[in-house]
Antibody
Framework: EVQLVQSGAEVKKPGESLKISCKGYGNFFSTYWIAWVRQMPGKGLEWMGIIYPGDSDTRYSPSFQGQVTISADKSISTVYLQWSSLKASDTAMYYC???????????WGQGTMVTVSS | QSALTQPPSASGSPGQSVTISCTGTSSDVGGYNYVSWYQQHPGKAPKLMIFEVSKRPSGVPDRFSGSKSGNTASLTVSGLQAEDEAHFYCSSYAGSNNWVFGGGTKLTVL
């Protein structure tokens, strides 16, 4: 079964660093773009950026450029989202999703809840 | 880029039809036939319902349909069922490997 499985919930303090992961199962990983999407509590979806694990080509939403880093390790079918210094405003659910066509994100991870609080 | 504009809420009785709009600009919705719609139940990940304006992925009932005119896309849910109650988000390709989502619409089945 094709699926994306994300790492578990995290609780961090402001200023700490964090790297969350999204692992693909089903022999598709290197040939599809994988995106990260943020959903703040009670709010809508926000596209953060996207990576092609085959060559690590990465694009960022202007809103998130410089705020996060997206990376991939195709040898283990995993993409990452990382922060060097978390803020309380980073508290959100983060989803990874596979881009099937130009606009369709068809497979989604279960989400990783990140809570940043002192 | 700014989020696409959706009504915050929509509602209908079982069996009725409801249409949710999604308004963007000529740089996103109006510029590409790449509009998709996602359904999200509470505590769940989004689910792709419509892509490329009007195409349905395998397994999505044909009660869900999409269309576009100019800078506004629409999702119509016909024959409303209780399980359709959820948040719906539109999304559009905005060029240069960028995408933008709408603010979301909470669909209530009365």
């Amino acid at each position: 079964e094709v699926q994306l499985v994300q790492s578990g919930a995290e609780v961090k303090k402001p200023g700490e660093s964090l790297k969350i992961s999204c692992k693909g199962y089903g022999n598709f990983f290197s040939t599809y773009w994988i995106a990260w999407v943020r959903q703040m509590p009670g709010k809508g979806l926000e596209w953060m950026g996207i990576i092609y694990p085959g060559d690590s080509d990465t694009r960022y939403s202007p809103s998130f450029q410089g705020q996060v880093t997206i990376s991939a390790d195709k040898s283990i079918s995993t993409v990452y989202l990382q922060w060097s210094s978390l803020k309380a405003s980073d508290t959100a659910m983060y989803y990874c999703a596979r881009r099937l066509t130009e606009d369709a994100f068809d497979i989604w991870g279960q989400g990783t809840m990140v809570t940043v609080s002192s | 880029q700014s989020a696409l504009t959706q009504p915050p809420s929509a509602s209908g009785s079982p069996g009725q039809s409801v249409t949710i709009s999604c308004t963007g600009t000529s740089s996103d919705v109006g510029g590409y036939n790449y509009v998709s719609w996602y359904q999200q139940h509470p505590g769940k990940a989004p689910k792709l319902m419509i892509f490329e304006v009007s195409k349905r992925p395998s397994g999505v009932p044909d009660r869900f349909s999409g269309s576009k005119s100019g800078n506004t896309a629409s999702l119509t849910v016909s024959g409303l069922q209780a399980e359709d109650e959820a948040h719906f988000y539109c999304s559009s390709y905005a060029g240069s490997n960028n995408w933008v989502f709408g603010g979301g619409t909470k669909l209530t089945v009365l």
